[in-house]
T-cell receptor, first 111, second 117 residues
Framework: GEDVEQSLFLSVREGDSSVINCTYT??????LYWYKQEPGAGLQLLTY?????DMKQDQRLTVLLNKKDKHLSLRIADTQTGDSAIYFC???????????FGSGTRLLVRP | NAGVTQTPKFQVLKTGQSMTLQCAQD?????MSWYRQDPGMGLRLIHY???????DQGEVPNGYNVSRSTTEDFPLRLLSAAPSQTSVYFC????????????????FGAGSRLTVL
């Protein structure tokens, strides 16, 4: 089954770029997602990438997918204090109805 | 459009008590699911449903029951609460019962924080 792993913590200075990494095990994953959770709130979908793509850009967000290494990353350009949150990557288990989430990366943006 | 609504937001139980966490969505979504969030463990899938009358187990189903009598509602029942069930619970839904895609994505509620003493 799918296993999704992330580093737990990242601290950056305001204005720098942030890179959050994720590795997954299920090579059949078709779509991979990034969600953001602000303190005390639910998860919001940030972006996603289809498995036939290597990169997707959406304003300050860039998603990179390395299928060979099963590695997914989320780059946030010009990181702001409002970007401080927990970021989760997620992918379907065995291409099924179950969406499996990583443990989440807590991003702290220092002024 | 309210989206996914969870009640209550906070609940404290004693060991052995029972309770139901409510989840309702007004988007006519076919798929609904329950996750629990614990520090350092991310979100783990408890149960899910691909439509009214159909439910199935996720990664951590023990100690929880669900039913799906209507499209809108997907309650999560704890029959005999244990301290290990102290967690934040999230309900999420998606439009279709089919596979996840760019158009068929999970929408989350705001969460219910449960403490079992």
């Amino acid at each position: 089954g799918e296993d999704v792993e992330q580093s737990l913590f990242l601290s950056v200075r305001e204005g720098d770029s942030s890179v959050i990494n994720c590795t997954y095990t299920d090579s059949s994953s078709t779509y991979l997602y990034w969600y953001k959770q602000e303190p005390g709130a639910g998860l919001q979908l940030l972006t996603y990438i289809f498995s036939n793509m290597d990169m997707k850009q959406d304003q300050r967000l860039t998603v990179l997918l390395n299928k060979k290494d099963k590695h997914l990353s989320l780059r946030i350009a010009d990181t702001q204090t409002g970007d401080s949150a927990i970021y989760f990557c997620a992918g379907p288990m065995d291409s099924s109805y179950k969406l499996i989430f990583g443990s989440g990366t807590r991003l702290l943006v220092r002024p | 459009n309210a989206g996914v609504t969870q009640t209550p937001k906070f609940q404290v139980l004693k060991t052995g008590q029972s309770m139901t966490l409510q989840c309702a969505q007004d988007m006519n979504h076919e798929y609904m699911s329950w996750y629990r969030q614990d520090p350092g463990m991310g979100l783990r899938l408890i149960h899910y449903s691909v439509g009214a009358g159909i439910t199935d187990q996720g990664e951590v189903p023990n100690g929880y029951n669900v039913s799906r009598s209507t499209t809108e509602d997907f309650p999560l029942r704890l029959l005999s609460a244990a301290p290990s069930q102290t967690s934040v619970y999230f309900c999420a839904s998606s439009r279709d019962r089919g596979r996840f895609s760019g158009a068929n994505v999970l929408t989350f509620g705001a969460g219910s924080r449960l403490t079992v003493l």
